[in-house]
Structures are given as C-alpha cells and as structure tokens.
C-alpha cells in the first residue's frame, strides 16, 4: 500500500515525462540530472552506473521518440518505485520497440530522482533486455 500523497504521485508522473522529453530533445545533460548522483540505467544487459557512464550511454543511444503510457507508482516515504510503459519509435527507420521501465527513487530534498532505472523490452518472447529486430 502506498502512503504518497497526490502531490508525490504527480511529481513522479513529471519526473518520467520530463525523462521522456529530455531524452528525446537530445538534452543530455538535463536527463543526467533527473539521477540522483550513484544512479543507475540498466538496459541491454549492462549496468551504467554514475553520471559520467549515464550521460555516454545517453550519447551513444540511438534518437527517436519516448512515448510514455501509464505508471503504477509505490511511494513509501522518501522512497518509491514506479513500473511505466514505453513506446519508443526509433529516428529515421520508426521501428517500435515497445517496453517497461523499472524505476527504484528516491526524494532529494523536494524532488525525486532516478536511483535505479531499467529497461526491458517486450517481446514476442516475454521481457528481454535486448528488443527484437525486425526481420
């Protein structure tokens, strides 16, 4: 059961938004910052950990489109975690690559921040760190 208040709710649902936007504006260094500073993204199979491997695996990531869907957000204190679906249509050739994030956060001071995020693709076969190409 989660003891968050409305206004804890709605501050994550922007925080996840504002992952999206960032992200796909090619803002970098404003998606870096919604981590809090040990913060980690899984995706792939691999673990970035920190802001200086946050901000690569950013870099290196290929553009497109954050499409994101609902949220079941668990607040218990200045902790929570968040399960969110995601569309993400790939620049150029608009591969869809359907998935769920995975999110451990946590308050700093009146924001809250990614501590853990991790991605996982939906597949024909169940959930999976890498998405399936199309063939």
Same mark, same amino acid.
Request: proline fraction near 12%.
């Given at each position: 059961m989660s003891d968050g208040n409305p206004t804890d709710h709605a501050a994550i649902r922007e925080l996840i938004a504002g992952y999206a936007l960032a992200l796909d504006a090619r803002d970098i260094d404003a998606c870096v910052q919604l981590f809090t500073a040990d913060g980690e993204f899984l995706v792939y199979g691999r673990s970035f950990s920190g802001p200086e491997a946050v901000r690569q695996m950013f870099a290196d990531s290929p553009h497109g489109l954050h499409l994101t869907g609902v949220s079941r957000i668990d607040v218990r204190g200045d902790t929570a975690t968040a399960r969110s679906q995601? +569309?993400?249509?790939r620049a150029g050739d608009l591969v869809l690559r359907?998935? +769920?994030?995975d999110d451990d956060l946590t308050r700093d001071g009146q924001r809250w921040r990614f501590r853990r995020r991790r991605c996982q693709f939906i597949t024909s076969h169940g959930l999976s760190d890498s998405p399936e190409e199309a063939s």
């Open positions: 995601v +569309l993400f249509v359907p998935a +769920l994030y």
